[in-house]
């Protein structure tokens, strides 16, 4: 019977593939590849891996250990849906050339380790996530700092501040907090965003929805079907860097930055989980107490909004971020959860009452994270909740952003900035050690990278509106 090798190969030889395009994710989250010719591979590329230097991949190593190795995953080949010439992609974990151990700051190797983290711990057996990760479709951006300057500029032909512009002018723009979801020709992107979802299709992922979302200027999103976790976080990436190369070819850009658009809907991932023991839904329980949802459920709600501020240093990982975690704009900074309530950090979507479509949606996070991290820190802290039987305290069925002022006291913020959940996770990471999950350098060199290349390089700036607000002092 063949086995995945067996069937790498053969997609390379069916499909008459030229290249055969290697492809892996640094510890922030972006996609790296290099590619060799079809004709050259062979079983020996997936028992002895493929070489690389370490040391200019970011997060990785040093130079003077820079040797690494790539293992390709051959269950994760596909044909590469951009590419002009054939290409069969393949996804890689990470290695050490000495040791042959996977690599601890391999972000995927986490996701993995996670998963099995959940099987051992008598639990569950499989986590599933499904992320609704939303972007923008601009039409140009423009940005540059220097020591005398700083500007960015984005635009769209949707944009609600091109209503003035010059003829020729067909209007059909939609206004601010007004894209949900009106049909052509107010929505301009239909059939870029159709393109994108069959290309999606075409590499093996399941689309639920793609749809106009409420920003003004092209905001879209796609739903992912549930899946595992670590398949999840794949199609994730690969759903970015086809919106990215489809947008291209078209003449526009994509961006998955939180929030690029001033007083407008910023981009969440809202994600949906759920944990399964063979055919059983975990979190479903037809008599519970709230929402249909099991006891387990609830206690994996106590470990999310717990450890909330340090997961959200992996699932909402930029400064810009906290941008878009602001009051009235969906994005909610509150810990509290709720049935059907979108102000709520943890929302329980009531759509159907079935054991299938129970799960919790965590909806502070955002598309700039890296996937593989962002989803294991949402396992490892719900975990956790079951495990010590956290009480997440009584459910808020009410709009957190107009609540009373007595009322409102009772329910805490999330974090303000990046600097504060960086701090939170160094003060609460011994639930994502668990199982050798997370491994402390990696906790410390996440920390340390996101300090120094983001915190520091923006505090050290001035910004653009600080001359409205100060140069005439």
Same mark, same amino acid.
């Given at each position: 019977m063949a086995g995945p090798v067996d069937d790498a190969l053969k997609l390379v030889k069916d499909t008459g593939a030229v290249a055969v395009d290697f492809k892996f994710v640094d510890l922030p989250g972006l996609w790296h590849h290099f590619s060799i010719p079809a004709s050259t591979l062979s079983e020996d590329e997936f028992t002895d891996g493929l070489g690389f230097d370490g040391s200019s991949i970011r997060g990785f190593q040093r130079i003077e250990e820079s040797d690494m190795l790539l293992m390709p995953d051959a269950s994760t080949a596909v044909l590469d849906p951009v590419c002009e010439e054939p290409t069969v992609s393949i996804i890689c974990n990470v290695a050490d050339p000495i040791t042959q151990e996977p690599y601890s700051r391999d972000p995927r190797h986490v996701a993995q380790k996670a998963e099995a983290y959940l099987q051992s711990s008598g639990v569950g057996e499989t986590s599933y996530f499904g992320p609704e990760a939303e972007c923008f479709i601009f039409d140009n951006v423009r940005f540059d700092y220097g020591p005398n300057f700083g500007f960015h500029e984005v635009d769209s032909e949707e944009g609600i501040w091109n209503s003035g512009q010059e003829a020729p002018n067909q209007g059909y723009k939609p206004r601010h907090k007004g894209g949900y979801f009106p049909v052509p020709p107010m929505d301009k992107l239909q059939d870029l965003r159709t393109e994108i979802m069959m290309k999606m299709i075409d590499t093996g992922i399941d689309v639920e929805? *793609?749809?106009?979302?409420?920003?003004?200027?092209? *905001?879209?999103? =796609?739903?992912?079907?549930?899946?595992?976790?670590?398949?999840?976080?794949?199609? !994730?990436?690969?759903?970015?860097?086809?919106?990215?190369?489809?947008?291209?070819?078209?003449?526009?850009?994509?961006?998955?930055?939180?929030?690029?658009?001033?007083?407008?809907?910023?981009? @969440?991932?809202?994600?949906?989980? #759920?944990?399964?023991?063979?055919?059983?839904? $975990?979190?479903?329980?037809?008599?519970?107490?709230?929402? @249909? $949802?099991? *006891?387990?459920?609830?206690?994996? /709600?106590?470990? /999310?909004?717990?450890?909330?501020? #340090?997961?959200?240093? %992996?699932?909402?990982?930029?400064?810009?971020?906290?941008?878009? $975690?602001?009051? @009235?704009?969906?994005?909610?900074?509150? !810990?509290?959860?709720?049935?059907?309530?979108?102000?709520?950090?943890?929302?329980?979507?009531?759509?159907?009452?079935?054991?299938?479509?129970?799960?919790?949606? =965590?909806?502070?996070?955002?598309?700039?994270?890296?996937?593989? !991290?962002?989803?294991?820190? &949402? $396992?490892?802290?719900?975990?956790?909740?079951?495990?010590?039987?956290?009480?997440? @305290?009584?459910p808020v069925?009410?709009?957190?952003?107009?609540?009373?002022?007595?009322?409102?006291?009772?329910?805490?913020?999330?974090?303000?900035?990046?600097?504060?959940?960086?701090?939170?996770?160094?003060?609460?990471?011994?639930?994502?050690?668990?199982?050798?999950? %997370?491994?402390?350098?990696?906790?410390? &060199?996440?920390?340390?990278?996101?300090?120094?290349?983001?915190?520091?390089? /923006?505090?050290?700036?001035?910004?653009?509106?600080?001359?409205?607000?100060? %140069?005439?002092?």
């Open positions: 929805v *793609q749809h106009h979302e409420v920003g003004t200027a092209g *905001q879209a999103e =796609f739903d992912l079907k549930f899946d595992s976790l670590t398949t999840v976080a794949d199609k !994730l990436l690969w759903y970015k860097y086809i919106a990215k190369n489809v947008a291209y070819a078209h003449g526009k850009t994509v961006t998955f930055m939180p929030k690029p658009v001033f007083e407008d809907n910023g981009s @969440g991932m809202h994600t949906h989980i #759920s944990i399964w023991k063979g055919d059983k839904n $975990l979190f479903y329980d037809a008599s519970g107490a709230y929402a @249909g $949802l099991s *006891q387990e459920a609830v206690w994996f /709600i106590g470990g /999310i909004l717990k450890h909330a501020p #340090s997961v959200l240093a %992996f699932a909402a990982p930029t400064t810009n971020s906290y941008k878009r $975690l602001v009051p @009235g704009y969906e994005a909610p900074n509150r !810990l509290a959860y709720s049935q059907r309530n979108r102000s709520a950090c943890v929302r329980i979507p009531l759509y159907s009452a079935s054991e299938k479509a129970k799960r919790i949606e =965590f909806r502070s996070p955002d598309p700039s994270c890296n996937p593989y !991290l962002a989803f294991a820190a &949402m $396992l490892m802290a719900g975990l956790d909740g079951i495990h010590n039987k956290i009480d997440p @305290g009584e069925d009410k709009d957190i952003y107009d609540l009373p002022p007595e009322e409102e006291a009772k329910v805490p913020y999330l974090p303000g900035s990046l600097e504060e959940v960086l701090l939170a996770l160094e003060e609460d990471n011994d639930y994502l050690l668990r199982g050798d999950v %997370f491994t402390p350098d990696l906790v410390e &060199m996440w920390v340390n990278w996101k300090r120094e290349n983001e915190c520091d390089a /923006i505090h050290i700036r001035p910004h653009p509106y600080e001359f409205f607000l100060y %140069f005439d002092i």
